[in-house]
């Protein structure tokens, strides 16, 4: 199995400890959302050592999930049928 080092968000300093928040505030919207830090999912503190990085990764996300016409059902069902073919468990 892999390891992959981690800030944990209780853990975390400056500006990994911003983008913790910044996860926080989009993220509490979202099904399963992340309401307090222990709730930030693993594969978003997969990118903290690289705060800069994390960033970016949460704008995405929140750009296909938040913006458009398409309703969050359609577009989670895109998003899990895209891991899905691509045999991704996130």
């Known amino acids: 199995m892999a390891f992959i080092e981690i800030v944990a968000p209780t853990q975390a300093t400056g500006e990994t400890a911003d983008v913790y928040r910044y ?11 992340a ?6 999912a693993k594969i978003v503190q997969m990118f903290s050592l690289r705060a800069g990085s994390m960033r970016r990764m949460i ?3 929140e750009l296909a999930m938040w913006f458009g016409d398409a309703s969050r059902q359609e577009r989670e069902l895109a998003a899990a049928t895209v891991s899905r073919l ?3 468990h996130y």
């Open 23 to 33: 996860m926080n505030e989009v993220g509490s919207g979202a099904s399963g959302g």
């Open 35 to 40: 309401g307090s830090p222990g709730m930030i």
């Open 59 to 61: 704008r995405g996300w």
């Open 86 to 88: 691509n045999n991704c």
